[in-house]
């Protein structure tokens, strides 16, 4: 056991060989976390009960459900439209995570080791903050935005390319099921990079600035130092960035609802979509569920993993440090 003393020479506790506050008041603590659980489990565990019960009987939402067991899981694997809508939502996940956190990135390093340095912090700041707007926008209304600028014949894009003379560029960016899901996640790409933008800045606060410093004195140019520096600094927020946009990703609904419906012709379908037209087009309740069910347990695998990268990294990090 050892005694917590603070600077004055009071006695404020005793911990265990582990590090850790006695049991009377481990105890204590885990009254503050009932709120908390208690929330936890109605509104995620016990619907997800729910949905997962659903999920094993045939119904139309009316009625009294059919038991129908794993029946709709073998159907799941057989049916041609579900993987197609999972293909897509990888291509959501290079749009809405490995885009993102590349370029968010070099514009985070760019901002803190050189546009503050050079320009005064105020400015870096206001473009952080203009980086950031389209997380702050209503995806609704970034998706109206959006359908307006890649409308065909008058929208802003079309219009801007036969001003400059490359009007054979025009194209039916929404509407053309070769193209229809680069449109959408060229729209993506703008609404999440502002996440990873201001999550790595805050990660580079905490860098020895002394760093930055020595490999300037040496000669190191800012792209050495971005990679020598930035990178391996920042390693904890990176995973964070990643697991957290896949995850946005794979869950992705109210931009491809807002821009395209999931047309055309089920070119830019994704699983989330393909589970709400499942439960109220065509009202096939136990259907959707199986397919919400097969999508929550793939983005708690995907968290899992990503939580225990970051731990890697974060005691990697700590000891690198001792």
Known sequence: ?????????????????????????????????????????????????MNTAVS???????????WTGLANYRELMDDSEFWASFRHSLFMVVAMAAIPTALGLVLAAALFD??????????AAVLRACFYLPQVLPIAVAGI??????????????????????????????????????????VMVWVQIGFPLVVFMAG??????????????????????????TLPQIR?????????????ALK????????TKGG???????PSYFSFTTFFEKTQVGYGSAISTVLTVIILALALIGLKLQTRAEDAEEGART
């Not at 009071?10 to 908390?36: E, I």
């Not at 094993?56 to 059919?66: C, H």
């Not at 992705?252 to 821009?259: I, K, N, R, T």
């Not at 055309?264 to 994704?270: I, K």
Request: aromatic share 12%; with cysteine.
């Open 1 to 49: 056991m050892t005694v917590t003393v603070e600077r004055d020479g009071r006695v404020t506790g005793k911990q265990d060989r582990a590090g850790r506050p006695p049991r009377r008041h481990r105890d204590s603590y885990a009254l503050f976390l009932l709120p908390g659980i208690l929330a936890f489990l109605a509104v995620v565990i016990v619907p997800f009960l």
């Open 204 to 229: 580079l606060q905490r860098v020895d600035p002394q760093l930055y410093e020595a490999a300037e004195l040496d000669g190191a140019g800012w792209w050495r130092r971005f990679l020598h520096i």
């Open 56 to 66: 094993l009987t045939e119904w139309q939402g009316v009625g009294s459900p059919k």
């Open 252 to 259: 992705v609904f109210g931009a491809v609802y807002v821009l």
């Open 236 to 248: 904890p927020e990176i995973y964070v960035v990643l697991t957290w946009c896949t995850i946005a």
């Open 264 to 270: 055309p012709g089920g070119a830019t379908d994704v």
């Open 145 to 186: 935005v959006w359908s307006w600028i890649l409308a065909p014949g008058n929208g802003a894009l079309d219009a801007l390319l036969k001003a400059v003379g490359l009007g054979s560029w025009q194209q039916d960016w929404l509407g053309d099921p070769d193209i229809a899901l680069y449109s959408v996640m060229g």
């Open 114 to 123: 050189f546009v503050g340095k050079h320009f005064g912090a105020r400015l």
